[in-house]
């Protein structure tokens, strides 16, 4: 069972990039050992690259995500990513859109 999850889009206007597309979450600092899930498409094939951070520890380095215009991420067909954190690792999504579009992305942060 997800200890939490955190669920958004992120809209880009136009090219740019986003350092942190969870900031702002209460669940981006682990408390306990967890295991972590995330799930994420983009609206235009190409557009957007992801890199993942957890603590120190680099998961993802300009990750190409499938376009899913209309849809959220499904369980478990675009849930790419699965990474353990330990208690006091702060988790991290950068994003770098090449031109507009949406970062839809769910993480579902569950205890060890």
Do not use: C, K
């Not at 997800?2 to 600092?29: C, E, K």
């Amino acid at each position: 069972m997800p200890a939490g999850v955190i669920q958004r889009d992120t809209v880009f206007a136009a090219a740019g990039t986003n350092s942190n597309v969870l900031a702002g979450s209460q669940f981006t600092l682990i408390t306990e050992p967890s295991v972590i899930s995330q799930g994420m498409t983009q609206s235009v094939a190409g557009n957007i690259a992801i890199g993942i951070n957890v603590g120190n520890r680099m998961i993802v380095e300009q990750g190409a995500l499938p376009p899913l215009s209309t849809l959220q991420p499904i369980i478990p067909d675009t849930f790419y990513f699965t990474y353990p954190a330990l208690p006091g690792e702060q988790l991290q999504i950068l994003a770098v859109a090449a031109a507009a579009g949406t970062l839809r992305h769910i993480t579902q942060i569950a205890t060890a």
